[in-house]
């Protein structure tokens, strides 16, 4: 059973668009949301993370909006570079598990110039 | 700063072997994760511990050992190689076992022919 699902699989937008991408979960115990980011031959890292005590999280280009009675959540990336191409993973964990992460499956973005 | 390093970077091996992979980290951290990605697909837990000489399994731990034998290293066996196998495999560690920022090491490429 997956419980975290991303969509889409893959996204292609222009350079100067904005990218959605959405990420939804089955327990609704998961307390903790990382989107991880990965570059092609190369290792996740952290991108943006958001509590459900918050709706939004924002980092500069990037933003998360929760959704947590709907249990969804999506990362929306801004005036896209051709940098941000990358696989994104959107992940969750609960509190009392020992930092335990659950992924999706991902969501490969390329930004087109 | 720190340092995750994971050895070899590439492995073959045959149908049947054990395969040994191994993690270090100087982050002096306590909690490290070992995580299977396939092509296209996201991360699935293996194996993690919290702390030297702790395991803790993960969905993914049948067919595979682990050994925390100091804070700084987590390894990982592969008890008997499938054929045609193809995966990498990520060594990750947090501060502590709370809900931290997970840091990567660059992976292990393994190809069972």
């Known amino acids: 059973q997956q419980q975290v699902r991303q969509s889409p699989q893959s996204l292609t937008v222009w350079e100067g668009e904005t990218a959605i991408l959405n990420c939804s979960y089955e327990?609704?115990?998961?307390?903790?949301f990382p989107w991880y980011w990965q570059f092609p031959r190369e290792s996740p890292a952290l991108l943006i993370a958001?509590?459900?005590?918050?709706n939004k999280k924002e980092d500069g280009r990037f933003t998360i909006f929760f959704n947590k009675r709907e249990k969804k959540l999506s990362l929306h990336i801004t005036d896209s570079q051709p940098g941000d191409s990358a696989t994104y993973f959107c992940?969750?964990?609960?509190?009392?598990?020992?930092?335990?992460?659950?992924f999706g499956q991902g969501t490969k973005l390329s930004i087109k110039p | 700063g720190g340092i995750i390093t994971q050895t070899p970077k590439f492995l073959i091996g045959q149908e049947g072997q054990k395969l040994t992979l191994k993690c270090q980290q100087n982050?002096?951290?306590?909690?490290m994760y070992w995580y299977r990605q396939d092509s296209g697909k996201g991360l699935r837990l293996i194996y993690y511990?919290?702390?030297?000489?702790?395991?803790q399994k993960g969905d993914l731990s049948e067919g595979y050992d682990a050994s925390r034998e100091k804070k700084s290293s987590f390894s990982l066996t592969v008890t008997s190689a499938q054929k045609n196998e193809m995966a990498v495999f990520l060594c990750?560690?947090?501060?502590?076992?709370?809900?931290?920022?997970?840091?990567f090491g660059p992976g292990t490429r393994l190809l069972v022919l």
């Open positions: 990750a560690s947090t501060r502590d076992n709370n809900q931290d920022t997970q840091y």
């Open positions: 327990d609704s115990t998961f307390d903790y």
């Open positions: 958001i509590r459900p005590v918050s």
């Open positions: 992940a969750a964990s609960e509190d009392y598990n020992q930092g335990k992460l659950i």
């Open positions: 982050f002096n951290h306590d909690t």
């Open positions: 511990s919290i702390t030297e000489n702790d395991l």
